[in-house]
């Protein structure tokens, strides 16, 4: 974080009343340290009595300097897809369960973001994932992607095929319920609870994960960040097969759609208490060692 902080964007968990007195503590922080707050316009609404002006979510991303989320790791993904572009760090407060981004407890939120403003922290740079669906030579959809970028079957238990390559080069032929194309973020989402392995943070690697492969030889697979993987979707006439991204925005596939996948041109930069672990994070969350 090389700019000098004057202005702060809050954005909080959508229709959840709790993140009300939370939000209400840390705007009076804020305001209190001389500090500018802008508030993510779906955040205002349900806020009442702010004292601080609102912005568009398109908007607020080039007029804040920080961006603080207060919710859970999928309102931070939310925010970090929409604030990448403008290069905003982010700072997460955890109302949620797991807490693998948002690490900064409710609680303690004023005495830890009060250190990161003082200069007390450390930044994480994580990549994120840019994915396009073209459909007889035209792209007809395009997403981003903070997590990762599955494939999937519909509503039906019926299974899709599908061929992946990496850079052009044919890898294998599947049948099963789709594939996870996952970022060193999103290892610990889906891709982990499908077999997929924990990649690093500070990896530039990318995983991709089969989901239920109907045969036992499917592995998973890390590959170059650098890499592009394409995704072809066949036989999905008589059911539906769709694209998700970060579980938050689908799109519906048809037969022939090619998925493309490959990393973004944009980041995003989280900052962090002084002294964090991403091992001691792992150990908390997933209960490694714990004893039964």
């Known amino acids: 974080m090389d700019k000098k902080i004057k202005t702060v964007g809050l954005f909080g968990k959508y229709q959840d009343q709790t993140v009300v007195e939370h939000l209400r ?25 702010s004292k601080s002006p609102s912005r568009p979510r398109a908007a607020i991303g080039s007029e804040i300097d920080l961006a603080v989320v207060v919710g859970g790791d999928g309102t931070l993904l939310n925010v970090a897809r929409e604030l990448a572009p403008h290069h905003v760090p982010i700072i997460g407060v955890n109302l949620g369960r797991l807490g693998f981004l948002t690490d900064i407890q409710a609680e303690t939120m004023t005495t830890e973001i009060g250190k990161i403003l003082g200069g007390d922290y450390q930044t994480e740079t994580r990549l994120l994932l840019h994915a396009e669906v073209m ?6 959809h395009t997403a ?15 299974m899709i095929e599908f061929e992946t390559f990496v850079d052009g080069e044919f890898v294998h032929s599947i ?12 290892s610990t989402a889906y891709a ?85 672990s991403h091992f001691e994070v792992m150990r908390i969350k997933l209960h490694w060692g714990r004893k039964l």
């Open 25 to 49: 503590r840390l705007e009076e922080f804020l305001l209190g340290r001389k500090l500018k707050v802008l508030l993510d316009q779906a955040t205002a609404e349900h806020f009442p009595g």
């Open 135 to 140: 459909r007889k030579g035209r792209i007809v």
């Open 144 to 158: 981003s992607a903070f997590n990762d970028v599955i494939v999937a079957k519909g509503e039906l238990a019926r």
């Open 175 to 186: 049948r099963g319920d789709g594939i996870i194309i996952a970022s060193p973020t999103g």
């Open 192 to 276: 982990l609870s499908s077999g997929g392995p924990i990649l690093h943070p500070t990896l530039d690697a990318i995983a991709i994960v089969p989901i239920c492969p109907h045969t036992l030889s499917n592995r998973p697979i890390v590959i170059s960040s650098d890499s592009i993987v394409e995704i072809l979707v066949s036989r999905i006439a008589e059911q539906h097969a769709y694209s998700a991204y970060d579980g938050q925005s689908t799109f519906t596939l048809q037969d022939h759609d090619r998925v493309y996948i490959r990393r973004s041109e944009h980041e995003v930069e989280l900052l962090h208490p002084s002294g964090r």
